[in-house]
Structure formats: structure tokens, C-alpha cells
């Protein structure tokens, strides 16, 4: 398994195709789900050359987690849809290769098992439920396993329209549910319907989507972790999370399984990287795929990047091994690429180690 690719083709011939689709499709006309790629494909690196690269350390530290690359698993739910392990497997992984993970409110396992198999830090992700108590219920469970930050999904006051859910009439399968929340509100995402995606349907029904701003004031009451916002998308968003006392920022479109026709995820680092002005750590989440790509992003000035569906194929390839098989594809891709841009750390990365082919020049700071 020497690519990406492979353990994505491995994933597809093992998952039941309803599942795969889950997975792999996006919003709409599913435009998103290549515009990151792109946008990173387009750039191109800028590499010096004398200097001494006999040691490259990718090692960093993100709210005070030390980690072994700038690297760390986005949300996802219901990891048991991939292996029987599901998020226990993804934990024992992260922690193997020393990369973060950020553990979904829709997790398939116990947020007490996952952090009994994690030896690396844990984030827990969160939607804005609009019952209120069983979010702080989620938040005293995560603060006492021993989670390190809270991650509030912004960019989903309802989930998008996704047409291969909706062909399929997806729902969760029987055996496999969302287990840190209970059952009678987590039903709608089990009963199958012709032409309609329960997964949609459970969010219309439990998602509060009248928060503004305002509220956050109330998630920071009632937690001491670090509050991070996940799917900003523009500098302005930006400006009023750092405003508003969020640590840090994930620059997301969802996987492209959000708004059709957004802005990729890469297009609008820059401009957010600008906006936060050093006050907050900056976080890529999205098209991840070579070690190459993380360059590119700490380039462009983020402090981290995350990846999400290729942990879930290495997960349905072998598990924990297939997971960290994937981590360590992208870490030592990353190595190489610090060793052939001149750069022994990952400080060592700014604005003119990228060019855009068709300005021909670095891009400004």
C-alpha cells in the first residue's frame, strides 16, 4: 500500500456500495468534492537548496498537544461503518503515529473507549443540538476522559442535500448506532426511506439552526476546554471567531458534502491565515493526499492540517493498521518534501515556498 489511492480502491471493493456512497459523495452536483484538490494541485513549490536537511523534524505543537506532525483526523461518524473496531481502531492509530484525532458526537464507540485506546490527545467534535443539556452532557463526559478541546461544526445548520443518500435512501444500518447519545434522539437516522437521506432528515430534526454568534458565549461557560470553530470558509468569519475568544479555527467546506459551489477549502486559507493575524492557530481540513499537500498548506500559513476520508479507507482496508498506514504515508511524504524544499522544520515554511503557475512569482504576503 504504497499511495493513498491504493487504500481508497481497497476501501471501495470492501464497503457495501450504500456505504462507500456515504463516504465518498458530496453535496448537490458533488462539485466540491474535487474543487480542493484542484485549488492544491495548482499551486506549485518554490524548494531552496544548501541547506543543511540531514535532520528534519516535523514535530509541532498544537493547543499544547505535542505532535509528531502537523497532522490530525477530521470528524467523522460512525467509524464502525467501516471496521467492527470503528473509533477504537482510529484512536489506537492516531496515537501509534503520534497524529491528533478529533472524535465525531456521532461516534459509533464510547467516548470512554476511544480515550482508553487513545495514547495520543483527543478532540471531541460537536453540532449545536437544540437540546442544550445533552450537549453539556457530551462536554462532562469529554472533559472527564480527558479530551483537550471542544470542535463546533458551523458550517451545518441542516446537512446539505446529498443526492447518493438520498437514491439510496440511506440510513445507519442495525448493530451500529451513534452510542454518546441516546436512542430516541438519534432515531430519524435509522429509518429507511425511499428518496430521502435519514442522516438529512435526523439533522432538520435535532440541529439548532437559529445560533448566532451570541451563543458561543454560553459553550465557553460551561467548558474550560479550548473551543475551536470548524467550516470557516472567509476572512470576515474569521475576524469575529478570534472576537469572540475561539482558540483556533478549522478551514473546512465539509468535504464538499455542504454548499455546492463554496469556495475550496485551500482557496480560502490565505485570506483567513490574514485575517487571524497570528491570535489563533489555523488549522486545513480537506484533499489532503500526499505529504506534499501538508507543505503546501504550512505554506499558505496554517498551523496543522487534517484529512478525513483516507483514514476511513485505511480503517476498512485493516483497521488500526490500515489508519496508521495511511498517517504514516502522509508523514513521510511530508519528511521528504521538508528534506527537497530546504526546510529541517516546519517553521521553517512561509508564503514564498509557493508559486501559482500562472502569476509565475511567489504569492504575496
Excluded at 120 to 147: F, H, N, V
Excluded at 296 to 311: E, H, Q, W, Y
Excluded at 352 to 365: D, E, F, K, N, Q
Aim: with cysteine.
Amino acid at each position: 500500500m504504497l499511495t493513498l489511492h491504493t487504500y481508497e480502491a481497497a476501501a471501495k471493493e470492501r464497503l457495501p456500495g450504500p456505504v462507500w456512497d456515504f463516504f465518498a459523495g458530496g453535496s448537490g452536483t458533488e462539485s466540491m468534492l474535487t474543487a480542493g484538490r484542484e485549488a492544491l494541485d495548482r499551486l506549485r513549490l518554490r524548494p531552496r537548496c544548501l541547506v543543511d536537511v540531514s535532520r528534519c523534524d516535523p514535530r509541532t505543537d498544537l493547543l499544547g498537544a505535542e505532535l509528531a506532525a502537523p497532522l490530525g483526523i477530521a470528524p467523522m461518524a460512525y467509524h464502525q461503518l467501516a471496521h467492527p473496531e470503528g473509533e477504537v481502531a482510529t484512536a489506537r492509530a492516531a496515537g501509534d503515529v503520534g497524529a491528533l484525532l478529533t472524535v465525531s458526537m456521532f461516534a459509533s464507540r464510547t467516548l470512554e473507549d476511544i480515550a482508553a485506546a487513545a495514547s495520543g490527545p483527543l478532540w471531541l467534535q460537536l453540532y449545536w443540538l437544540k437540546r442544550r443539556d445533552l450537549m453539556t452532557e457530551l462536554i462532562r463526559r469529554a472533559e472527564s476522559a480527558g479530551y483537550r478541546a471542544l470542535v463546533l461544526t458551523v458550517d451545518a445548520p441542516r446537512v446539505a442535500f446529498r443526492p447518493r443518500d438520498a437514491v439510496n435512501g440511506f440510513s445507519i444500518p442495525p448493530g451500529i448506532r451513534a452510542v454518546n447519545l441516546s436512542p430516541e434522539v438519534m432515531a430519524a437516522s435509522h429509518g429507511s426511506r425511499d428518496g430521502e437521506s435519514a442522516i438529512a432528515r435526523h439533522s432538520m430534526e435535532q440541529f439548532d439552526a437559529s445560533i448566532t454568534w451570541e451563543d458561543l458565549a454560553w459553550l465557553r461557560e460551561v467548558t474550560s476546554l479550548p473551543v475551536v470553530l470548524k467550516g470557516v470558509l472567509t476572512g470576515e468569519d474569521a475576524e469575529l471567531a478570534v472576537k469572540h475568544g475561539v482558540s483556533a479555527v478549522i478551514v473546512s467546506n465539509h468535504g464538499g458534502r455542504q454548499l455546492d459551489f463554496s469556495r475550496s477549502a485551500p482557496e480560502c486559507l490565505p485570506e483567513i491565515v490574514d485575517a487571524v493575524n497570528g491570535r489563533c492557530p489555523v488549522v486545513l481540513d480537506g484533499a489532503i493526499r500526499h505529504g506534499a499537500d501538508i507543505v503546501k498548506a504550512l505554506c499558505l500559513g496554517a498551523d496543522a492540517v487534517m484529512t478525513g476520508r483516507p483514514a476511513l479507507w485505511g480503517l476498512a482496508h485493516s483497521g488500526a493498521e490500515g489508519v496508521a498506514g495511511v498517517l504514516r504515508l502522509l508523514i513521510d511524504g511530508l519528511e521528504e518534501a521538508m528534506a527537497l524544499m530546504g526546510a529541517p522544520t516546519v517553521a521553517d515554511f512561509g508564503r514564498t515556498g509557493v508559486s501559482y503557475p500562472l502569476c509565475g512569482h511567489a504569492s504575496p504576503r
